[in-house]
């Protein structure tokens, strides 16, 4: 079974093609991707009404493009899948047509898939899959959520950011410091360069005893230190980045940790955007090896968004029979939605 997964729900534009089956893991066969990061940058952030304008410009010649790669025709594909949510409506609905008129020109059925469901089985994609159960941390531009995975489509949320998101932290305090958008990898990088324990900023909840995040706080500490500074940033700015990538990071693995305790499970998960944070990478790989822990992150590209983690979500949610293809092309995209709640049902109308 061919499936064409289409991603569109920010300032990636992202089409793939996987190959599913009933036996062993779907299997990606093309996946080809544009970045809007060059177009949004002159704005600081992502302007909603161009992202969605530029998807429609892209999303057929990256299709066209992924089959070309796979040497497949567009009368071989049996499902398109397209990202349902949650997102910026307008990018969404660009998809989600795109994928419907498709799919109706081509007489087969439609799939549409949460977005954070593509970020959490994009490990799948990769040469070291895991096994369920496992604790997941979702890490992206718009959420941090630590989940128990016990399967597809079998999400219990274990605990959030009441405020911020970690891309969103790395994002802002980046912005404070003059960096360029999005301004987590260019925080990372220029980290490398300074010392962690330059300035002391705030690691809020760390203590709280349960597993939810906030990150507002941080940002308004780096904001004072930036004016403290004043001229002064510039050549403190390496320091300063490192310092609050430590924090960010610190919080993440204390929370990651006692998530695991918690779960009783051995296994972890990490995925989005910050997944490709390396610093995070090396220290939830050391305090989980003296734990016994397996740690799993998507290849490094595959971190933020694209259409191949679409593709596979849907692969392999009808392998778990979780979902049925629909030949109902009612674009009924969906911009806020908990992934938690993908285990019930959604009341029909009509
Ligand atoms: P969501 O998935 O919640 O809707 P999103 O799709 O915008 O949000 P992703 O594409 O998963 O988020 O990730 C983008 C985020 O990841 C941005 O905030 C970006 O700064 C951050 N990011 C990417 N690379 C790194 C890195 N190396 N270090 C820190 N942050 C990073
Ligand atoms: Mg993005
Ligand atoms: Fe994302």
Known sequence: ???????????????????????????????????????????????????????????LPLAQSVLAEAGRDLGEVDVVAYTRGPGLAGALLVGAGVACALAAALGRPVMGVHHLEGHLLSPFLGADPPEFPFVALLVSGGHTQLMRVDGVGRYELMGETIDDAAGEAFDKSAKLMGLPYPGGP??????????PAAFKLPRP?????????????LKTAVLTQTRKLGAALEARKADLAASTQA?????????????????????????????????LRAQLDAA????????????????????????????????AGLQQPTGRYAFDVKPRWPLASLGTPEPQFG
Request: proline content about 2%; aromatic content about 4%.
């Open 1 to 59: 079974m061919l499936l064409l997964g289409i991603e569109s729900s920010c300032d990636e534009t992202g089409v793939a093609l996987v190959e599913g089956g009933r036996d062993g893991l779907p299997r990606l066969a093309a996946h080809a991707l544009h970045s809007q990061i060059a177009m949004h940058q002159a704005y600081g952030g992502v302007v909603p009404e161009l992202a969605s304008r530029d998807h429609i410009r892209r999303v």
């Open 186 to 195: 260019w925080l990372a990088k220029l980290a490398e360069a300074g010392d």
């Open 205 to 217: 909840l760390l203590h709280s005893g349960d597993l939810d995040f906030s990150f507002a706080g």
């Open 247 to 279: 924090a960010i990071v610190e919080v993440l693995l204390k929370k990651s940790l006692r998530a695991i305790e918690d779960s009783g499970l051995k296994r972890l998960v990490v995925a989005g955007g910050v997944g490709a944070n390396r610093e």
């Open 288 to 319: 989980c090896a003296k734990r016994g822990v397996r740690v799993h992150y998507p290849e490094l590209h595959l971190c933020t968004d694209n259409g191949a983690m679409i593709a596979m979500a849907a692969a392999m949610r009808l392998q």
